[in-house]
Nanobody, 117 residues
Framework: QVQLVESGGGLVQPGGSLRLSCAASGIIFSINAMGWYRQAPGKERELVAR???????NYADSVKGRFTISRDNAKNTVYLQMNSLKPEDTAVYYC???????????WGQGTQVTVSS
């Protein structure tokens, strides 16, 4: 049974930073591409960052230069370092395994990120 458990969210002021973590179990983590998604109230879930099994990364334009995705295969964990946060980054953040660019497994509970002064 695949489990994806996100953590690290919280309330932060504009310009602040957070580091999100996603622990995966039930999969061979190292061979899978992983992605971070977010869903803001009233909006569709969107992919903001992805990392391949080889460590290649790409980002949505809205977060490029501010967010960094990374992975630790020994810990079966993918991270999202978020810097220079803006109010529009407020959302629930989720991770998932990507196959051909599509999220594969049921969503976890996500972690709430709120950027507000």
């Amino acid at each position: 049974q695949v489990q994806l458990v996100e953590s690290g969210g919280g309330l932060v002021q504009p310009g602040g930073s957070l580091r999100l973590s996603c622990a995966a179990s039930g999969i061979i983590f190292s061979i899978n591409a992983m992605g971070w998604y977010r869903q803001a109230p009233g909006k569709e879930r969107e992919l903001v960052a992805r990392i391949t099994s080889l460590g290649n990364t790409n980002y949505a334009d809205s977060v490029k230069g501010r967010f960094t995705i990374s992975r630790d295969n020994a810990k079966n964990t993918v991270y999202l370092q978020m810097n220079s946060l803006k109010p529009e980054d407020t959302a629930v953040y989720y991770c998932n395994v990507l196959k051909k660019g599509i999220a594969v497994y049921p969503w976890g509970q996500g972690t709430q990120v709120t950027v507000s002064s």
